[in-house]
């Protein structure tokens, strides 16, 4: 009674023990990334989306300084020290004290602070533009990671389907039938089918690995195990007047015409810097002898004789001009790659829905006429598995 009690026991334990065990160790559950995640994940933890965001703070802190007044400066001077005479010493020495301000003339701080607010937009224009980059990046990826898988798949089955026909090719019966030599293309077939599965694993993982430099992490295997399928694609625009329409909010347009604005406000910002700063003074002056005092009051305005800045004028209408065509070739540009973009994207919708409604159903119901003939005894397995094989390739066509 005593050992089967003991037997009882250890049996618990040996339950419970499991149970602890398994509990300690979960399944791994295959993790399935979706487009909206990857772009998702793409803007918030992308270097480069990091690095253009700081560039829009850099540009905050050019307007704070640009928006700065100048200086005052303090001065102390002391005449007729160390002479001779009546002038030795200190006794007949004059102290001064002066408090000077600069005051700019001709709007240069105004033109400043509107040339730094051009470059916050800039910087913002940049910011925008490098997010759809990024955007355009992950979806990109993200389809070359889908196109991979969905060939993986395929090619899993029609591994599993080439196994089956080589078997059924290995037998005497079909070595009779179909001789060595069809039999050995078979198996060569199916080897090469193979190796094509393996490549194609190898450039998922390439792929994921591109995917996940996006977000600048070097472990893509513990992010995701496959991506999620495509929603359906959408139908392009009847026309192209309504795509022309949306140019104007294009970012590289935008940026141009930004461009082109910061080129104006340096030009009105070259004009104020023509136009000389004037220095205002006021100061005490003390005599130690005659315990005189006084007042010194002065202003000092440089007197643009040879240096009236019409080099940097120059530069800055030239500039403004550059932008100004760059800005007019941008638009033509975008309205040509456009006209393109439409015209394939149109062609490859209407394809893709031909081969769909057309050619998809029609290799369904040729590979059902199979499977019927087969189960009516009309073709053999062998036969169907090649019709199998067949309806395959044009899936994955």
Known sequence: MKRIDSTVWLLGWTLIAGSLVASEQPSHLPVQLTLSEAIERTLQLSPENQLSTSRISAQKGNCVQASA??????AYSAENVFGNREWRGWRAAESRYDLSQRIELGGKR???IALARVG???AKAAHALKQRELRLAATLAYCDLFEAQALIEFTSRQNALLDQWKTIANSPEAIDKLGPLQALQIRLKANQSAREHFALERDFAIKKQALALLWGENCPELA??????????????SSLCALREQLDAHPDLALAKLAHLGAHRNLQLA?????PDVDLLIGYKTEREGSHRGMVLGAEIPLPLFDSNQGAIYRARA???????????????LDQRLEIAYT???HSFQLFHTLRADGLPAAQTAFDRARESYRSGKISQFELIQEELVYLDSQKA
């Open 120 to 122: 916050i937009l800039q």
């Open 110 to 112: 105004a033109s400043r």
């Open 224 to 237: 995701f195990d496959r991506v999620a399928p495509l929603s359906d694609t959408p139908a392009p625009p």
């Open 344 to 346: 394939d994207y149109l």
């Open 319 to 333: 500039e403004k001009r550059e932008s100004q065509i760059a800005l007019c070739e941008l638009n033509r540009q």
């Open 271 to 275: 004009q104020a810097d023509a136009i």
């Open 69 to 74: 007044y100048p200086n005052p400066a303090f």
